[in-house]
C-alpha cells in the first residue's frame, strides 16, 4: 500500500524540454514511473526519449498544452519544472486539465502567485505538493521529483518532510537500519504551498500499508503546532519528529521562504514542546532520525 501515487500513477513533465526538466525526467523514467507525456508550448510534435529500468529507450510524446497530455496520453497527475514566474500558471493549467495531483519543484514562485493558486485549489479536487520541494515516492512503484531513487527501499514507514535533504537523511537512516518506507512526500517550506503536516498525517493514518510515520519541520509558521494538535486528536500510530534551525536567530531567514521566525512565534522550542505534548518523539539532532523511530515500533 501507499498513499497518492503508485504504478497506476500516470504522469506528465510540464517542462520536459528545459535542462532540469528532462534531466529529471530521464531519472524518474529510469527508475520506472509511468511518464507518458511532457508539455512545452511549442514544442508539440516533439518525441523525449529516455532510458527505462530495464535500458530499454522510452519515448514520450511532448504537447502544447497539459489538456492534450491528459487527452491524448491519459495522464492524471502533473510534475512541474518550470521557471518561477510561469509556475502558478502551469499549475493552474495542470488543475483546469484534469490532473488529480500536482507536484511543483519550482523555486521561488511570488508569494501573490500562490496565494492565486491557494485560492484555486479550495474550489479543485486536485492535491498540490509543494512547491519548493523534492517531491513524492513510493519506493519500488513511482518517484515523481528530485529524491535519489537507490536509498529508498519498500517498506511501511510514511515520511514527510519540510527539508528536501532531511527527507533524504531520514530515509537513508531508516534504510540502513532495514526499515523501508510506504511513501515518502517533501511538502516544501514556502510559507503558501499545497498539502500540509496534517493532510499527509491523515493520509498515513488511514493507509493499512503504513505502520508509522516519521514528521520533519523546522522554524517559521504554526503549521508543526497544529500537526502536533492534530496527532494528539486523531493519529493511531507512531510518530517520531524532528525540528530544523534550534539554532537560528529570530528574524533571519533560514533555507526556505517562510523558515522565519517572527513575533517571537515559530520557534523550535515552542515547536519540539507541542509535538512532546502530542506525544511525538522528537529526534535531539538529524543524526538520530531513524533510531528515534525505530524505538518507537
Known amino acids: ?21 528532462s534531466f529529471h525526467a530521464s531519472q524518474c523514467i529510469a527508475y520506472g514511473t509511468d511518464v507518458v507525456a511532457g508539455c512545452t508550448p511549442n514544442r508539440g510534435g516533439e518525441i523525449f526519449e529516455a532510458k ?10 511532448v504537447f502544447d498544452t497539459v489538456a492534450e497530455a491528459v487527452q491524448k496520453a491519459g495522464a492524471n497527475t502533473s510534475c512541474i519544472f518550470v521557471p518561477p514566474l510561469g509556475a502558478a500558471d502551469a499549475i493552474l493549467e495542470a ?23 491557494r485560492r484555486a485549489l479550495e474550489t479543485s479536487k486536485a492535491k498540490l505538493i509543494g512547491p519548493n520541494c523534492p517531491g513524492i515516492i513510493t519506493p519500488g512503484a513511482c518517484k515523481i521529483g528530485i529524491m535519489p531513487g537507490h536509498i529508498h527501499k519498500p517498506g511501511r ?33 514556502d510559507p503558501v504551498a499545497g498539502l500540509d503536516f496534517i493532510d499527509c498525517l491523515k493520509l498515513f493514518n488511514e493507509d493499512p500499508g503504513t505502520d508509522a510515520v516519521i514528521m520533519m519541520g523546522e522554524i517559521g509558521g504554526n503549521a508543526e503546532i497544529l500537526a502536533a494538535e492534530w496527532i494528539q486528536k486523531n493519529m493511531k500510530k507512531p510518530v517520531a519528529g524532528f525540528i530544523a534551525g534550534r539554532t537560528a536567530p529570530p528574524g ?16 523550535a522550542a515552542e515547536k519540539i ?22 524505538s518507537l515500533l
Open 1 to 21: 500500500m501507499s498513499v497518492l501515487v503508485g504504478k497506476e500513477t500516470k504522469v506528465v513533465f510540464q517542462g520536459i524540454t528545459g535542462s532540469a526538466g
Open 52 to 61: 527505462g529500468p530495464s535500458g530499454d529507450t522510452v519515448r514520450v510524446p
Open 95 to 117: 488543475m483546469d486539465a484534469g490532473c488529480e495531483l500536482i507536484v511543483c519543484i519550482t523555486e521561488g514562485i511570488p508569494v501573490m502567485d500562490m496565494i492565486r493558486v
Open 157 to 189: 514507514i510514511g515520511v514527510v518532510s519540510k527539508s528536501g535533504t532531511l527527507t533524504y537523511e531520514a530515509v537513508g537512516q531508516l534504510t540502513a537500519l532495514g526499515l523501508g518506507q510506504s511513501t515518502c512526500i517533501g511538502i516544501g517550506g
Open 252 to 267: 533571519k531567514r533560514m533555507g526556505h521562504a517562510g523558515a522565519i521566525i517572527s513575533g517571537g512565534k515559530g520557534t
Open 273 to 294: 514542546a507541542a509535538l512532546e505534548k502530542a506525544g511525538v518523539k522528537v529526534a535531539p539532532t538529524p543524526a538520530e532520525l531513524g533510531v528515534t523511530l525505530k
